[in-house]
């Protein structure tokens, strides 16, 4: 049976064959492990200097363009309901630092952030794919 890996402090390892050995318990399974992680996309930086990201044309690059609809999506519906960002962010569980940097574009939310921000909107933000 694969055990799922999870962060080794020890090094970052490329492979399961590049484990260091303290990374290993004495039955030799690992209990900890890392993937090297892709350059974080911001959005606000794709779309260029001076650039209006929640309006540009961010196609090429899927992250960038999913972030900037569901950043849309989330001001439409914060401006529909009346909130602002510390509200929303109370209501949400998130910081209301991370609602600002999700709409000007400087961070990509991650799964958590987009659930816990549409359950406290009470509607569908993330666009819906377009495989095209």
């Not at 779309?47 to 961010?58: F, H, I």
Request: hydrophobic share 45%; charged share 20%.
């Amino acid at each position: 049976m694969t055990r799922p890996l999870t962060v080794c402090q020890k090094k970052i390892c490329g492979s399961a064959d590049e484990i260091p050995r303290d990374c290993r318990a004495a039955d030799g399974v690992v209990y900890s492990w890392t993937m090297a992680q892709r350059k974080a996309v911001r959005p606000a930086e794709i779309a260029g200097e001076g650039v209006q990201w929640l309006t540009a044309d961010l196609s090429s690059n899927i992250s960038a363009e999913y972030a900037r609809l569901f950043a849309s999506a989330l001001v439409a519906a914060m401006d529909d309901q009346g909130l602002g960002l510390r509200e929303l962010g109370r209501l949400a569980g998130v910081s209301h630092t991370t609602v600002l940097s999700i709409i000007e574009g400087h961070t990509v939310p991650d799964l958590g952030t987009i659930a816990l921000l549409e359950k406290a909107l009470g509607r569908e933000l993330l666009p819906s794919p377009r495989l095209a």
